[in-house]
């Protein structure tokens, strides 16, 4: 389990230009590493360390060791995730996977720090540059150190470095602590989740978390930084920096709040059920939609709720499941009739037995229903079970569920 906390230290002129260069022979060392990978088409920390050390060192003749080996291993997972993008998408475009752009940084970049480089003691830090090592003392809010104490497993193992637009050099330190085992609920009720445009969340007992407030705030600077960048003086311009990441700290927040709401919600909840919606990028991609729609699902944030949500209730013992999304808003959720028909706006009516209920309430239920159907024809979860394939290894007539267990280990050590 990682947490992180940034902090703005004090630093003098000279120190901050240690940190200027520091970035550039930093950014050097990564591009000269991620160019020997390539061009020699390996992966190996060992086989760079040995071939290209020496080089680099020439190249960059003030870069401390350790700040060289960071560089190297940021550039090892980054030539890693290239490789991968690329082995996939040379399956369907070929062309496009060679034309792919080689991982390259800046020298505007954000650095990483590992132990080895970077030392917290008591409220003094110090950190490796270029120059020499800066010592400065910082501030860490008192909610931070109370809720993740040293006394609980939580050391510091690393930090990012780096210069926002202003000019002023940021700390992100990282804290990490084992996994403590925390007992799942297994007696608790199973609850549907249904993400969309309008309603950020509607649960399968009713509950609406509205976007109002969101569709507003997101209408109010799209409008603004048109208006600005149409105007292109150099007033609109520091405006528009003036105003820039506010749109999305609001949402940030707004998906903090709701995704705490039900993690920690009064009701005895031994799951929240929700649909995989990792397929939504392939949609825009391939133009399923007009522009319109397009335009809302850019700027759909249920990737981010969805994080916040896994590792809150993780805290406390809810699992996080997911099934498939398909006709599970063309589906009635007493007669199970899919009929497209049904659905007028935020309603659903049902053409074959009359029900009527939010729309969006109608698919939290089908979510849940779905979850549970595939459950009892299991007999037991399985991990990453195929869409529409049942225990039997037959094709089944409607979708079925699918448990990510991977997809929430993985998020939960990312934050």
């Given at each position: 389990?990682?947490?992180?906390?940034?902090?703005?230290?004090?630093?003098?002129?000279?120190?901050?230009?240690?940190?200027?260069?520091?970035?550039?022979?930093?950014a050097r060392?990564?591009?000269?590493?991620?160019?020997?990978?390539?061009?020699?088409?390996?992966?190996?920390?060992?086989?760079?360390?040995?071939?290209?050390?020496?080089?680099?060192?020439?190249?960059?003749?003030?870069?401390?060791?350790?700040?060289?080996?960071?560089?190297?291993?940021?550039?090892?997972?980054?030539?890693?995730?290239?490789?991968?993008?690329?082995?996939?998408?040379?399956?369907?475009?070929?062309?496009?996977?060679?034309?792919?752009?080689?991982?390259?940084?800046?020298?505007?970049?954000?650095?990483?720090?590992?132990?080895?480089?970077?030392?917290?003691?008591?409220?003094?830090?110090?950190?490796?540059?270029?120059?020499?090592?800066?010592?400065?003392?910082?501030?860490?809010?008192?909610?931070?150190?109370?809720?993740?104490?040293?006394?609980?497993?939580?050391?510091?193992?690393?930090?990012?470095?780096?210069?926002?637009?202003?000019?002023?050099?940021?700390?992100?330190?990282?804290?990490?602590?084992?996994?403590?085992?925390?007992?799942?609920?297994?007696?608790?009720?199973?609850?549907?989740?249904?993400?969309?445009?309008?309603?950020?969340?509607?649960?399968?007992?009713?509950?609406?978390?509205?976007?109002?407030?969101?569709?507003?705030?997101?209408?109010?600077?799209?409008?603004?930084?048109?208006?600005?960048?149409?105007?292109?003086?150099?007033?609109a311009?520091r405006?528009?920096?003036?105003?820039?990441g506010c749109?999305?700290?609001?949402?940030?927040?707004?998906?903090?709040?709701?995704?705490?709401?039900?993690?920690?919600?009064?009701?005895?909840?031994?799951?929240?059920?929700?649909?995989?919606?990792?397929?939504?990028?392939?949609?825009?991609?391939?133009?399923?939609?007009?522009?319109?729609?397009?335009?809302?699902?850019?700027?759909?944030?249920?990737?981010?709720?969805?994080?916040?949500?896994?590792?809150?209730?993780?805290?406390?013992?809810?699992?996080?499941?997911?099934?498939?999304?398909?006709?599970?808003?063309?589906?009635?959720?007493?007669?199970?009739?899919?009929?497209?028909?049904?659905?007028?706006?935020?309603?659903?009516?049902?053409?074959?037995?009359?029900?009527?209920?939010?729309?969006?309430?109608?698919?939290?239920?089908?979510?849940?229903?779905?979850?549970?159907?595939?459950?009892?024809?299991?007999?037991?979860?399985?991990?990453?079970?195929?869409?529409?394939?049942?225990?039997?290894?037959?094709?089944?007539?409607?979708?079925?569920g699918?448990?990510?267990t991977?997809?929430?280990?993985?998020?939960?050590?990312?934050?």
């Open positions: 389990m990682r947490r992180s906390i940034t902090v703005f230290p004090r630093l003098t002129d000279k120190e901050v230009s240690a940190v200027v260069e520091t970035r550039k022979q930093y060392a990564f591009n000269m590493s991620t160019e020997c990978l390539i061009n020699n088409n390996s992966t190996s920390k060992g086989f760079l360390h040995k071939v290209q050390y020496e080089t680099i060192k020439e190249g960059c003749p003030s870069l401390p060791t350790g700040l060289i080996q960071c560089a190297r291993d940021v550039a090892v997972e980054a030539v890693k995730t290239w490789n991968a993008k690329k082995t996939k998408l040379r399956q369907k475009h070929p062309k496009k996977a060679e034309r792919m752009r080689r991982p390259s940084m800046k020298e505007g970049c954000t650095m990483r720090y590992d132990v080895r480089t970077i030392t917290l003691r008591g409220s003094q830090l110090t950190f490796s540059t270029c120059d020499r090592r800066i010592r400065t003392i910082i501030s860490i809010p008192e909610f931070f150190t109370e809720r993740y104490s040293s006394s609980e497993g939580w050391k510091l193992k690393g930090a990012n470095i780096g210069m926002d637009r202003r000019g002023r050099v940021f700390v992100n330190l990282i804290y990490e602590c084992p996994d403590s085992v925390i007992e799942e609920n297994n007696e608790g009720k199973i609850v549907g989740l249904d993400r969309g445009v309008y309603n950020i969340v509607t649960t399968s007992d009713g509950v609406h978390y509205g976007a109002k407030d969101i569709r507003r705030v997101k209408r109010k600077y799209d409008h603004v930084r048109s208006e600005l960048q149409e105007k292109g003086t150099r007033s311009k405006r528009l920096k003036a105003i820039s749109e999305k700290r609001f949402v940030h927040d707004q998906n903090h709040r709701i995704s705490k709401r039900l993690a920690n919600a009064d009701e005895d909840v031994s799951a929240y059920v929700l649909e995989d919606l990792s397929s939504m990028s392939m949609l825009r991609l391939k133009g399923k939609s007009n522009k319109t729609m397009r335009k809302w699902l850019s700027n759909w944030s249920y990737a981010d709720l969805e994080f916040k949500l896994i590792y809150k209730c993780q805290r406390n013992g809810i699992r996080a499941e997911f099934v498939d999304a398909r006709y599970t808003s063309q589906k009635c959720s007493v007669c199970k009739t899919i009929d497209k028909a049904s659905r007028k706006g935020n309603r659903y009516i049902c053409r074959h037995c009359g029900s009527s209920m939010h729309a969006d309430t109608n698919a939290a239920i089908n979510i849940r229903d779905n979850y549970i159907t595939w459950v009892q024809k299991l007999g037991q979860a399985a991990v990453n079970q195929p869409y529409g394939w049942g225990a039997t290894g037959r094709p089944e007539t409607e979708p079925v699918k448990t990510l991977s997809k929430l280990s993985g998020l939960s050590q990312c934050h």
